[in-house]
Nanobody, 126 residues
């Protein structure tokens, strides 16, 4: 079992920055890729970014490339999402999740992730 808890969401103006954090506990955090997803009102949950367990791989959806950066600290059991240049369309609930399929982070489908946090709200005003 893995427990995930996101934090760092809030209200920010367009062009601003937020840093989301995800704290993990439980044995299966180890050797698992991690990802951030988001769900805007009235829309399906979508992939945002993911990161390998220990390798250099990071992956992003096109709409956040160059603005968001995913990182992790395995010793602290944390994963982060630095969000710069925020846009109103980034408004959503953001979730972190651990992969079902090991340490490579290239997977982007919801079903490929086993454990999810409750989410943190990000609201970007124009």
């Amino acid at each position: 079992q893995v427990q995930l808890v996101e934090s760092g969401g809030g209200l920010e103006q367009a062009g601003g920055s937020l840093r989301l954090s995800c704290a993990a506990s439980g044995r299966t955090f180890s050797n698992s890729a991690l990802a951030w997803f988001r769900q805007a009102p009235g829309k399906e949950r979508e992939f945002v970014a993911s990161i390998d367990w220990s390798g250099p791989g990071t992956y992003y959806t096109d709409s956040v490339k160059g603005r968001f950066t995913i990182s992790r600290d395995n010793a602290k059991r944390m994963v982060y999402l630095q969000m710069n240049g925020l846009k109103p369309e980034d408004t959503a609930v953001y979730y972190c999740a651990t992969s079902r399929f090991g340490g490579l982070g290239y997977r982007q489908a919801e079903y490929e992730y086993a454990y999810w946090g409750p989410g943190t709200q990000v609201t970007v005003s124009s």
